[in-house]
């Protein structure tokens, strides 16, 4: 976990992470509460009394909310928004990580409206949303003590590195990758500044059906780092950008892969 916590601020920020149930998410709501946050987080999952994640909140800090959203509803992102503005006094940090795949993988040119529109419609069009809530929500409420706040989404090298077997979610990660440079430049004068990070391969349950293809790669040199990533290295990532350590830079992406976005001959 994080060594140099926020400690500048009056009252702890407020962070809101989707996704924040499992995987990446998870750990990036317990990595952001060591660096001084207040955490809220959502998944489709119902609520659980023995929830390892607001434990792990709690234990390192923070006050935790759970709150069980839909991303690819958008009529539910005033709603969440609202809640936990109230619930923590305020709204600092938003981390866009919830995302899915389709199931399963497939030749481009057989890619089906259902799978697009799903992958699309969670990975793009609702982080795209949501962000504009959370956006609107900061313009109309600012700090006023100088600390800036952040939007980070958790993008993927797929952003940039073609996978026709993947088209649709190579395509929704591309997409998000324009809507954090678009609101960096709308955010930049308005105390927000706004990041993306680019995870490589990571060992999480989106990726376990593909373990033994990837333990094969890696080994054999995919990427220059010869290791899975682990969702811990991104929310240490996660944690520097919200905590301020890059407080000159806005619309940057951080790759968190290993090397593996690195063009080699």
Known sequence: ?????????????????????????????VELAATGCDVAYTDLLPAEADDPVRAGIEAAGGRALYVESDLANLEGHKPLVESVADWGGGLDVLVNNAGVVWPRRGDMLSTTPEAFDQVIGINLRGTFFLSQCVAKWMVAHPRGDGFRRSIVSIGSVSAEMAT?????????????????????????????????????????????????????????????????????DVARAAAALVRGDFAFATGSVLHVDGGLSIQRL
């Open 1 to 29: 976990m994080t060594d140099t916590p926020i400690t500048s601020l009056a009252s702890r920020p407020i962070a809101l992470v989707t996704g924040g149930r499992r995987g990446i998410g998870a750990a990036i709501a």
């Open 164 to 232: 026709p077997e993947r088209s649709e979610y190579c395509i929704s990660k591309a997409g998000l990758a324009m809507v954090t440079k678009l609101l960096a430049l709308r955010l930049a004068d308005e105390g927000v500044s706004v990041f993306e990070i680019q995870p490589g391969i990571i060992r999480t349950d989106m990726t376990a059906s593909v373990k033994d293809k990837y333990d094969r790669a890696i080994g054999d040199g995919l990427s220059p780092i010869r290791r899975w990533g682990e969702p811990a």
